[in-house]
């Protein structure tokens, strides 16, 4: 079993930068995709952007982030980070960290990130 802890939320003015943080209990190398999800109030939760640790850290993001958002490890830490810049208040939502293993996936209790206009 895998546990995965999110850091890192908060509130930022619309064109402001945070950077968040997911943990897990198990080295990231050894986890074959460790992505970031989000769900803003009264949505469904969505696809933001994921890397592949035992997959030579191929990395996607979805087309509403892309450029603006950067996937990365810090093997160090033992984290995979997220680093939003140029932030949106439609970036608002409750961000999730996924940790796909094989036959089991692990989800974190998620960290609030609210972009004021």
């Known amino acids: 079993q895998v546990q995965v802890a999110e850091s890192g939320g908060g509130l930022v003015q619309a064109g402001g930068s945070l950077r968040l943080s997911c943990a897990a209990s198990?080295?990231?190398?050894?986890?074959?995709?460790m992505g970031w999800y989000r769900q803003a109030s009264g949505k469904q939760r969505e696809f933001v952007a994921q890397?592949?640790?035992?997959?030579?850290?191929?990395?996607y993001y979805a087309d509403s982030v892309k450029g603006r958002f950067t996937i990365s490890r810090d093997d160090a830490k033992n984290t995979v980070d997220l680093q939003m810049d140029t932030l949106k208040p439609e970036d608002t939502a409750v961000y999730y960290c996924?940790?796909?293993?094989?036959?089991?996936?692990?989800w974190g209790q998620g960290t609030q990130v609210t972009v004021s206009s």
């Open positions: 996924r940790a796909l293993m094989p036959g089991a996936t692990y």
């Open positions: 198990e080295t990231i190398s050894k986890i074959n995709v």
């Open positions: 890397m592949s640790p035992r997959g030579n850290d191929h990395t």
